[in-house]
């Protein structure tokens, strides 16, 4: 007899992502506000049963990248939270990204995020550029991370990410660090920032957050030095220097064009 020749089907990256993405289900985060009202009578159960049947969730289903990290208000720095990313790589210079207070089923949606590359950043005018915080800082530092992924994966993901820049909207407080959560979403949406130092984080934040996930950013922060050779100076790097209360230092790699930034990387001024 003829050996069976198993057939294997290919995959598309956004299939292998989502794959990946399952992983973390055991690294979950529990929602720590849930908005007033009344439980779902079984008409709205059935209904919603019907639509996910009938319906399906298209916008949503291509959801297939999940980051972590931190956001301070650009207006209030010391208003910070943790940001679960759950994003769609539209094109290599584009991506969108839903903001959730948790990755479990009853996390509630508190943002939005655009990425883009430093190409598309670089066609942006003046006026619209202050909306957009730079990423080198949260990738350098090792605060942002992939969970669940493996290791070689979220690298070459964080590596893709360099020089890029992302337009985030926070439109509820649902427990910023710290402080207390509105059961609704109240106010104005807040324009979100992104750590560009050292000591900007408030004590605890992160640390709160790697042994709930079972991350070492420092450790992270150690095997992505190498990614330094790639920084560019980044507009909004000193957007809120010297606006914590807390003492801060520069991250190696990672500076403001207003500053003439590092000699080295501001001479290989191609784009990607």
């Given at each position: 007899m003829k050996p069976t020749r198993l057939a294997i089907k290919p995959i598309t990256v956004s299939a292998f992502m989502a794959m990946l993405l399952l992983q973390s289900a055991s690294a979950q985060t529990d929602v720590r506000n849930a908005p007033?009202?009344?439980d779902k009578s079984v008409k709205t159960r059935i209904l919603e049963l019907g639509a996910k049947t009938l319906q399906g969730n298209r916008p949503v289903d291509i959801l297939d990248i999940y980051l972590d990290g931190f956001h301070p208000m650009k207006d209030h720095p010391e208003m910070q939270m943790e940001a679960h990313h759950f994003c769609h790589q539209v094109n290599e210079d584009f991506a969108q990204c839903t903001l959730f207070d948790g990755n479990t089923k009853s996390a509630n949606l508190n943002g939005i995020e655009y990425i883009i590359s430093e190409k598309v950043f670089a066609t942006l005018p003046?006026?619209?550029?202050?909306?957009?915080?730079?990423?080198?800082?949260e990738i350098l530092s090792g605060q942002l991370v992939a969970p669940g992924i493996p290791s070689v994966a979220e690298k070459a993901l964080m590596k893709g990410k360099m020089n890029s820049y992302g337009k985030t909207w926070h439109v509820w407080n649902t427990g910023m660090f710290g402080m207390q959560a509105d059961k609704l979403p109240l106010g104005e949406p807040m324009l979100a920032w992104s750590f560009n130092r050292d000591g900007e984080p408030l004590p605890g934040i992160v640390e709160q957050r790697d042994k709930r996930l079972g991350i070492d950013s420092a450790k992270l922060r150690?095997?992505?030095?190498?990614?330094?050779?790639?920084?560019?100076?980044?507009?909004?790097?000193?957007?809120?220097?010297?606006?914590?209360?807390?003492?801060?230092?520069?991250?190696?790699?990672?500076?403001?064009?207003?500053?003439?930034?590092n000699s080295t990387n501001a001479a290989s001024g191609a784009l990607r």
């Open positions: 007033p009202g009344a003046a006026a619209e550029r202050k909306y957009w915080h730079p990423h080198n800082g150690r095997e992505r030095s190498d990614l330094e050779r790639l920084a560019r100076p980044q507009t909004g790097v000193d957007d809120l220097k010297g606006k914590f209360a807390r003492p801060t230092s520069d991250i190696p790699g990672v500076s403001d064009p207003k500053k003439g930034g």
